[in-house]
């Protein structure tokens, strides 16, 4: 398998000498692969991400994204990296307290270079707190993306969407990865 995202030994440590949010984790995701990740509150899932999109860089271990290093960029070119590679939708809303809706969702495309009257014309579908049709139709937008070759990486507590959205689920506790199954199999770690 050629891996699109891999982690290599990573631990993550917030406090000096404190308990790791991820332990010595090893993982790859190979380019078009749907994976869901699954754990208790505090399992280390949401860390895992945040490695990955160079929202965070691990204490120990290298993170590793269509071959390059994100782990060792420098901001400018995690920020570059971000607004290119990584389409994220976050749990919480994640919003500049000082900007209107519009203008937080208008951001990444300004950064981007899209011209301000195309990015106005695009964000008129906010997806935080949607209802089930709204819901269904970002869960049909993420399969059809996965399909044509997007790599998909969910974060989920629930085992319905995991089925749904991916063919392979890795399962974090206590931040290590209990189990890692493809289509109900387990997989070699």
């Not at 120990?60 to 420098?74: E, N």
């Not at 937008?141 to 995991?162: C, F, K, M, R, Y």
Request: net charge positive.
């Amino acid at each position: 398998m050629d891996a699109l995202i891999e982690l290599s030994e990573v631990t993550k440590r917030y406090a000096a000498g404190g308990v790791p949010a991820l332990d010595r984790v090893s993982l790859a995701v190979a380019a078009g692969e749907a994976v869901a990740v699954m754990g208790p509150s505090g399992s280390g899932k949401s860390t895992l991400l945040n490695l990955v999109a160079g929202l965070d860089r691990p204490s120990v271990g290298t993170v590793t994204v269509a071959g390059q290093r994100v782990d060792t960029r420098s901001e400018t070119r995690l920020a570059r990296y971000r607004r290119r590679q990584v389409g994220m939708i976050f749990q919480f809303f994640n919003l500049l307290d000082d900007l209107s809706v519009a203008d937080n969702v208008l951001l990444p495309a300004q950064l981007a270079g899209t011209p301000r009257r195309r990015a106005r014309a695009r964000c008129a579908e906010p997806t935080g707190a949607v209802d089930t049709a709204a819901g269904a139709e970002i869960g049909q937008l993420l399969l059809d993306l996965n399909a044509a070759g997007q790599t998909l990486v969910l974060v989920t507590h629930s085992p319905e969407l995991a089925g749904r959205y991916a063919k392979r689920t890795v399962r974090l506790l206590d931040g290590r990865i209990a189990s890692d199954t493809f289509s109900g199999r387990d997989v070699e770690s």
